[in-house]
């Protein structure tokens, strides 16, 4: 399973969270520079006022877009970067030399997306900004120093020298984020190869388990895309609702700790063969509990829970309705619906409108009723499930 679109549309999100946390400490920064300024340690022209409340309300922009309206897109990332470069601009009009580290600022918190084209977008936008912000400079009289107070010396002394600082920058931060970049690359590639050897360990583990008590590996294979089916009906991520139907695939992993004579029993299960087979929960959670991963940590609970009923009287009597892990909860559903209809060595298959009419029934007893009308609105896609994985 690939998720390489959704963790890149992540990292995205949290590089939209860091540039709107890296203005926010930018605006703190602005206010110690009023602070300061205020009790005469800094000496600056009272326009230094108007022009930082500007730059302020500017640089909270980005909060607003992320923080609090969540838009995070790349028009929006854009947006946000003009923004800052016109901010740094601005003040660097206003105050020149005093914040000449504005002129960078953009250039280089445009390396929290790790992408080229940001840095490069934000370093060329920079120069005709910056090359505006010397022209207001000068035509202000801002700077009263030799040889800036001419047309001549501003485009020479000023605009030049800055515009090859800015290109030494950017070249330092296209270094970084092509190295960043590289290295996500290899993450997500590590990733989507632990996760496909973790759902064929899981695959091949659950059709042992099935093949010791004589069902086939169609069971664990409907069972997970019965689970998929619920998990999407929940509005659950793409990532998540995978997790956790290759996890289901394990619920009957403890079955392996029971004797085969009694799973593959033809006839009715004394209390004490009963009693053992009910030991399954027990033996799948403490063969998965301590398993690294997230899917084998889903799957234990998902062992131990999907034969609790949502009034209580399951198999551990403690546990009821929320209790119980929801995604229990989806396999408990999937994995009776599969055992109903299908053949067994102690049953006949049950007819499909049997079954159904039978977990409405046990809505808020054996079931979630929540989960049921879901299993309800979705019957068609369970049929076709059979239809793809006949035994």
Not at 197 to 205: A, H, N, Y
Not at 228 to 252: N, P, Y
Not at 346 to 374: N, S
Request: charge should be negative; glycine fraction near 4%; include cysteine.
């Amino acid at each position: 399973m690939n998720f390489t679109k959704r963790l890149i549309e992540d990292f995205e999100n949290d590089a939209d969270r860091r540039m709107s946390s890296m203005c926010r400490i930018m605006i703190v920064l602005m206010a110690i520079v009023i602070l300061l300024n205020k009790i005469h340690i800094f000496n600056i022209s009272s326009m230094i006022y108007p022009t930082l409340l500007v730059a302020m309300a500017i640089l909270f922009i980005p909060t607003v877009l992320y923080d609090v309206f969540h838009i995070c897109s790349k028009t929006a990332h854009y947006f946000v970067l003009t923004l800052v470069v016109l901010m740094a601009g601005l003040l660097y009009s206003i105050l020149s030399y005093h914040v000449i580290i504005m002129l960078v600022f953009p250039v280089a918190v445009s390396c929290l997306y790790c992408d080229k084209k940001s840095v490069w977008y934000t370093t060329l936008l920079s120069m005709p900004v910056m090359a505006l912000s010397h022209l207001i400079a000068f035509w202000l009289r801002i700077v009263p120093d030799e040889p800036l107070v001419t047309l001549h010396g501003v485009f020479v002394y000023g605009v030049i020298p800055r515009c090859i600082e800015l290109l030494a920058i950017a070249a330092i931060c296209l270094s970084v984020t092509s190295k960043l970049q590289n290295l996500i690359k290899e993450l997500i590639e590590k990733n989507n190869e632990l996760y496909a050897d973790q759902e064929t360990l899981v695959r091949s583990l659950a059709e042992l388990v099935e093949a010791q008590s004589k069902e086939t590996g169609q069971h664990v294979k409907r069972v997970a895309a019965y689970t998929e089916i619920l998990c999407r009906a929940l509005g659950f991520s793409e990532e998540e609702t995978w997790k956790v139907s290759v996890a289901s695939m394990m619920h009957d992993v403890g079955k392996i700790g029971v004797p085969r004579e009694i799973l593959n029993k033809p006839s009715k299960l004394t209390e004490e063969e009963f009693a053992e087979v009910k030991k399954h929960v027990d033996y799948g959670y403490d063969l998965l509990r301590n398993s690294p991963g997230e899917i084998m940590k889903i799957a234990a609970r998902i062992a131990h829970e999907h034969h609790e009923r949502f009034d209580g009287s399951g198999y551990q009597n403690n546990m009821k309705a929320e209790e119980i892990s929801l995604y229990a909860r989806c396999v408990a559903i999937a994995d009776v619906f599969d055992a109903l209809v299908s053949h067994r060595c102690y049953k006949d298959a049950w007819d499909p409108e049997r079954v159904r009419a039978e977990i409405m029934a046990e809505a808020g007893r054996q079931f979630d009723p929540k989960l049921t009308e879901l299993f309800n609105s979705h019957f068609e896609e369970f049929l076709h499930v059979m239809e793809r994985f006949p035994d």
